[in-house]
T-cell receptor, first 113, second 115 residues
Framework: RKEVEQDPGPFNVPEGATVAFNCTYSNSASQSFFWYRQDCRKEPKLLMSVYSSGNEDGRFTAQLNRASQYISLLIRDSKLSDSATYLCVVNMRATSGGFKTIFGAGTRLFVKA | GAVVSQHPSWVICKSGTSVKIECRSLDFQATTMFWYRQFPKQSLMLMATSNEGSKATYEQGVEKDKFLINHASLTLSTLTVTSAHPEDSSFYIC???????????FGSGTQLSVL
C-alpha cells in the first residue's frame, strides 16, 4: 500500500462547479499535512496547510480527519485557472528516525468553460 | 517568501557523463533538503532526504552510488547523477525546509536529457 494515496482523476468539471479531492495516508504517526498545486513541468506551490480544525482560504477548504487518516480539499466556484494537478503532502517519521515528506500521486483537474 | 534556487534548469548530456545539479536556499537555513524525480505524467517521487552535515537517506530502489547527494552547508545541496544513461532522463526537483513541520519550498527543477 502506498504511504499517501489520492483519487486517481482526472476530474473534468465546468466552470463554477464544486470539486472535492480525497487523500488517505497510512502512517498514523504522520505529523503535518499540506495541499500543493503543480502546473505542468513547474515546481509544486503550496496551496494550503491542513489542520484538524479545518481551514478555509477563499474558495478552498481543507479538512483533516486523523481518526480515519484522511485529508480532503474542496474547491468551490471552479475557475479555468484552477486547472492543475493537486498534490496531497504528508510529513511523517522515516524508518531512519528522522522525518520525510511524501507526496501523493496527484489528482489532475481540468476546468472547462 | 523563502526562495530556493536550483540550477541548471535544463541540461543535455551524452550517455556516460556525470551531471551535477545545485539547490540553494537563498534566504533561510535549510536543515533538510529533499530530492525528487518526476517522469512525464507521473507524480513526484522522493529519491532521498539530506540533512546538513550527515549522509543522505535514500528511498528504496534509488541507487546511492549513482545519485550522489552532498549537503555540506545549511544553504546548499547538490545531486550528482553519475554515468548518466538515457533512462535517467527526467525532471529533477529539490525542496528545502527550515525545520520539521515547516512548509517546503521548491526549486524550479532541472530537466535532464541524456542522449
Amino acid at each position: 500500500r502506498k504511504e499517501v494515496e489520492q483519487d486517481p482523476g482526472p476530474f473534468n468539471v465546468p466552470e463554477g462547479a464544486t470539486v472535492a479531492f480525497n487523500c488517505t495516508y497510512s502512517n498514523s504517526a504522520s505529523q503535518s499535512f499540506f495541499w500543493y498545486r503543480q502546473d505542468c513541468r513547474k515546481e509544486p506551490k503550496l496551496l494550503m496547510s491542513v489542520y484538524s480544525s479545518g481551514n478555509e482560504d477563499g474558495r478552498f477548504t481543507a479538512q483533516l480527519n486523523r481518526a480515519s487518516q484522511y485529508i480532503s480539499l474542496l474547491i468551490r466556484d471552479s475557475k479555468l485557472s484552477d486547472s492543475a494537478t493537486y498534490l496531497c503532502v504528508v510529513n511523517m517519521r522515516a524508518t531512519s528516525g528522522g522525518f520525510k515528506t511524501i507526496f501523493g500521486a496527484g489528482t489532475r483537474l481540468f476546468v472547462k468553460a | 517568501g523563502a526562495v530556493v534556487s536550483q540550477h541548471p534548469s535544463w541540461v543535455i548530456c551524452k550517455s556516460g557523463t556525470s551531471v551535477k545539479i545545485e539547490c540553494r536556499s537563498l534566504d533561510f537555513q535549510a536543515t533538510t533538503m529533499f530530492w525528487y524525480r518526476q517522469f512525464p505524467k507521473q507524480s513526484l517521487m522522493l529519491m532521498a532526504t539530506s540533512n546538513e552535515g550527515s549522509k543522505a537517506t535514500y528511498e528504496q530502489g534509488v541507487e546511492k552510488d549513482k545519485f550522489l547527494i552532498n549537503h555540506a552547508s545549511l544553504t546548499l545541496s547538490t545531486l550528482t547523477v553519475t554515468s548518466a544513461h538515457p533512462e535517467d532522463s527526467s525532471f529533477y526537483i529539490c525542496s528545502a525546509r527550515a525545520g520539521f513541520g515547516e512548509k517546503l519550498f521548491f526549486g524550479s527543477g532541472t530537466q535532464l536529457s541524456v542522449l
